[in-house]
């Protein structure tokens, strides 16, 4: 008796959007219950306008765009895309490679909700996303140097913000951290007790 081979529909989903790409797909696995997809950069255009019209995927509902940094990678960044499709039930994670001086092509035509996601990706990491009608700064200040989500920007930033009142508006300064080293003394009330806390008395001493 022949043995029935069962394919995983999100296997055989993610074959038949890469065989309709023909060559913008470049890998795909199954992660997590979702079907991940790796395109091609220049192609997300093209595979986010298919996957929101093609009748056997219909992912018209745009979750968000997201980047993460790899420093060692070269290139650093990947883009993350996340699309739901009520009609299958399921959701499928989209990934492309990126630097910060080549820019991803934007698909805010294609989702108009993509549009504040890519400025903060842009705004935090400094990817950047050509065919935006708006790619501007989101959370950070207009003056602000450097994008603070990269593994390399410092803990403290390069600049720190007051009211001044002498001058009556906003003043930025370099940081300054105001005690270099801090001695603990754990038997002052503030830092520590001096008495055996509840299961301490229990421990060697």
Not at 5 to 15: F, K, N
Request: proline content about 5%; glycine content about 6%; charged content about 30%.
């Amino acid at each position: 008796m022949d043995e029935i081979i069962q394919l995983d529909p999100l296997v055989d989903l993610g074959t038949y959007i890469a065989n309709s790409l023909d060559g913008a797909v470049l890998a795909q696995e199954v992660a997590f219950g979702e079907l991940t997809l790796i395109v091609a950069r220049d192609e997300i255009v093209t595979v986010a306008q298919f996957l929101r019209d093609d009748a056997r995927c219909r992912f018209v509902a745009f979750v968000d765009v997201c980047a993460v940094d790899y420093p060692a990678r070269d290139p650093r960044f990947e883009v993350v895309y996340h699309f739901m499709s009520p009609y299958l039930n399921q959701r499928i994670r989209v990934k492309l490679a990126a630097d910060d001086e080549t820019p991803v092509p934007s698909i805010s035509t294609v989702y108009r909700g993509a549009d504040w996601y890519e400025r903060e990706a842009y705004d935090l990491y400094g990817v950047l996303f050509s065919g935006h009608h708006d790619l501007r700064r989101i959370l950070t200040d207009y003056g602000f140097d450097g994008h603070p989500l990269r593994k390399d920007f410092p803990m403290t930033g390069f600049v720190e913000v007051r009211y001044d009142e002498e001058r009556k508006r906003v003043i930025y300064e370099p940081v300054k951290l105001m005690q270099e080293f801090r001695s603990f003394d754990y038997l002052s009330p503030w830092e520590g007790t001096d008495y055996v806390l509840p299961g301490d008395e229990k421990a060697k001493q």
